[in-house]
């Protein structure tokens, strides 16, 4: 069974950091690419950042380039999302996302709130 948990958010004050942990089970973790997706109060879920099998090419959103670093390591079946520079506008639930064939799997998310 494919589980993906998700930690280390909270509330920060504006231009704070905090770094996100994705801990999977259940998967050949290096087989599969991994994405954060965030979804704010009323408006849809979206991309922030996604890092291929092997951690050699990442993707970021355009709007979080510079300030957010995705990275993994297969040995510990666990990716990170370093957020820094926080925004009042980068309040959201933060998931991760592991796509096998046509099955998404998701974490419960991790609250984060950035406070002005």
């Known amino acids: 069974q494919v589980q993906l948990v998700e930690s280390g958010g909270g509330l920060v004050q504006a231009g704070g950091s905090l770094r996100l942990s994705c801990a999977a089970s259940?998967?050949?973790?290096?087989?599969?690419?991994l994405a954060w997706y965030r979804q704010a109060p009323g408006k849809q879920r979206e991309l922030v950042a996604s890092i291929s099998r092997s951690g050699g090419s990442t993707n970021y959103a355009d709007s979080l380039k510079g300030r957010f670093t995705i990275s993994r390591d297969n040995a510990k079946k666990t990716a990170w999302l370093q957020m820094n520079s926080l925004k009042p506008e980068d309040t959201a639930v933060y998931y991760c996302n592991i796509r096998l064939g046509s099955q998404d799997y998701w974490g419960q998310g991790t609250q984060v709130t950035v406070s002005s």
């Open positions: 259940g998967i050949i973790f290096w087989l599969y690419d």
